[in-house]
């Protein structure tokens, strides 16, 4: 196991120090100047004299950060039947135009939900902690890990030009590494759970590549993509699809092998004569169920995320063929269905090879087992 994790560790180092983005990063276009910050809605106010349009409103804000905090200005707000209601005690976020003529520097552009965010945070780290105790302190390190490691590494390096498929395999690698175990502790099982994810990314990469390329898929499908290509014309669109996919499979990914490598273990412990073919049939009893709930799971999940599109077609009585033949659509529908995939070939491969370590560890005696007999007899 180590001759096949060391490699995999000094690929993921070299790759980190290949793709690491050097900060030279090339955005131009339009709202690249703008800054932004965050205030509170002191008093409502008219709006500047300059701004002769019908139906405008501006607000008193007290500025919390970013320009010209600390201190006092007057921001725009939108208007219109759609624009959403500011009251006084509102915390927004205000993007602030230094060239635009005093008075309209300041406008709205979203509420500061990160009070309640954070609330939510806590109540998540709590709820973890409370059921995982100690174990779930590994947990959310790994979370913070990954997080981190996408803000400071996987984003920028896209952004810069490199490829979103390698810089994407290299993140997965990078947080397998560090997760599985700060999750579930360094020992052989999450050696294996992190093997059989490997070998699973490994199909989604090639699924996911192969159709791509198929269906024409440009990646430039809404506001988002389209801005970034604007702005930032090196970053690969269509490679940047892919590099979700990866990384969104990553996590489920991860459930799967986990759950169907402690399955094969605690079968292992319960009947030490088995074989490794017995533990592999029973194991995957389980491992059919699970596949089962777990790709509805990410499929839901996908169809969820386009749900409000799909009502917009609904609305001009597309075909359904036509419908899902719309790139927005095909998308969330290639990455659900390559997806599962991917989780089909990780229940086999990993109840395979946790199969075949979980039998020779039980067949040897403690002191020909080593450190991960313990480790897992404990």
Same mark, same amino acid.
């Given at each position: 196991?180590?001759?096949?994790?060391?490699?995999?560790?000094?690929?993921?180092?070299?790759?980190?120090?290949?793709?690491?983005?050097?900060?030279?990063?090339?955005?131009?276009?339009?709202?690249?100047?703008?800054?932004?910050?965050?205030?509170?809605?002191?008093?409502?106010?008219?709006?500047?004299?300059?701004?002769?349009?019908?139906?405008?409103?501006?607000?008193?804000?007290?500025?919390?950060?970013?320009?010209?905090?600390?201190?006092?200005?007057?921001?725009?707000?939108?208007?219109?039947?759609?624009?959403?209601?500011?009251?006084?005690?509102?915390?927004?976020?205000?993007?602030?135009?230094?060239?635009? @003529?005093?008075?309209?520097?300041?406008?709205?552009?979203?509420?500061?939900?990160?009070?309640?965010?954070?609330?939510?945070?806590?109540?998540?780290?709590?709820?973890?902690?409370?059921?995982?105790?100690?174990?779930?302190?590994?947990?959310?390190?790994?979370?913070?890990?990954?997080?981190?490691?996408?803000?400071?590494?996987?984003?920028?390096?896209?952004?810069?030009?490199?490829? @979103?498929?390698?810089?994407?395999?290299?993140?997965?690698?990078?947080?397998?590494?560090?997760?599985?175990?700060?999750?579930?502790?360094?020992?052989?099982?999450?050696?294996?759970?992190?093997?059989?994810?490997?070998?699973?990314?490994?199909?989604?990469?090639?699924?996911?590549?192969?159709?791509?390329?198929?269906?024409?898929?440009?990646?430039?499908?809404?506001?988002?993509?389209?801005?970034?290509?604007?702005?930032?014309?090196?970053?690969?669109?269509?490679?940047?699809?892919?590099?979700?996919?990866?990384?969104?499979?990553?996590?489920?990914?991860?459930?799967?092998?986990?759950?169907?490598?402690?399955?094969?273990?605690?079968?292992?412990?319960?009947?030490?004569?088995?074989?490794?073919?017995?533990?592999?049939?029973?194991?995957?009893?389980?491992?059919?169920?699970?596949?089962?709930?777990?790709?509805?799971?990410?499929?839901?999940?996908?169809?969820?995320?386009?749900?409000?599109?799909?009502?917009?077609?609904?609305?001009?009585?597309?075909?359904?063929?036509?419908?899902?033949?719309?790139?927005?659509?095909?998308?969330?529908?290639?990455?659900?269905?390559?997806?599962?995939?991917?989780?089909?070939?990780?229940?086999?491969?990993?109840?395979?090879?946790?199969?075949?370590?979980?039998?020779?560890?039980?067949?040897? @005696?403690?002191?020909?087992?080593?450190?991960?007999?313990?480790?897992?007899?404990?």
């Amino acid at each position: 196991m180590a001759l096949l994790v060391g490699p995999l560790a000094l690929a993921t180092v070299i790759g980190v120090a290949v793709l690491w983005p050097d900060g030279e990063l090339e955005v131009s276009g339009p709202g690249t100047d703008v800054q932004r910050g965050t205030a509170e809605v002191t008093a409502l106010a008219p709006c500047p004299q300059e701004v002769q349009v019908e139906g405008c409103r501006a607000a008193v804000i007290e500025l919390l950060s970013g320009p010209g905090a600390p201190g006092e200005a007057r921001a725009l707000l939108p208007y219109g039947e759609m624009a959403p209601e500011v009251v006084v005690g509102d915390r927004i976020i205000v993007s602030h135009a230094e060239q635009a @003529p005093p008075g309209q520097q300041y406008a709205f552009q979203d509420f500061d939900r990160g009070p309640p965010l954070l609330v939510l945070a806590i109540l998540f780290a709590v709820g973890v902690l409370a059921l995982s105790r100690w174990r779930g302190i590994g947990a959310l390190a790994s979370l913070a890990y990954s997080l981190v490691l996408i803000a400071v590494f996987t984003l920028p390096a896209i952004m810069e030009g490199s490829s @979103p498929l390698a810089v994407a395999v290299v993140t997965a690698a990078a947080i397998m590494l560090v997760s599985l175990y700060l999750s579930h502790g360094f020992d052989v099982r999450s050696t294996v759970a992190m093997l059989g994810t490997l070998l699973s990314l490994l199909v989604i990469g090639v699924l996911g590549w192969v159709f791509t390329r198929v269906g024409h898929f440009t990646g430039v499908v809404d506001e988002g993509s389209q801005y970034i290509s604007g702005v930032a014309a090196q970053v690969d669109l269509s490679g940047l699809l892919l590099a979700g996919l990866v990384i969104g499979a990553l996590g489920v990914l991860d459930d799967v092998t986990v759950t169907q490598t402690w399955a094969v273990w605690e079968l292992a412990d319960v009947d030490p004569d088995a074989s490794a073919r017995s533990l592999f049939t029973r194991a995957m009893r389980i491992g059919r169920s699970h596949a089962a709930s777990t790709v509805n799971t990410l499929v839901l999940a996908y169809v969820g995320a386009t749900l409000p599109l799909m009502l917009v077609f609904s609305a001009l009585s597309l075909p359904f063929g036509i419908a899902v033949s719309q790139e927005v659509v095909a998308q969330e529908v290639v990455r659900g269905l390559v997806g599962g995939l991917g989780i089909l070939a990780a229940v086999p491969v990993t109840t395979a090879i946790a199969a075949l370590v979980a039998a020779r560890l039980v067949r040897e @005696p403690p002191d020909a087992a080593g450190p991960s007999h313990r480790a897992r007899t404990h």
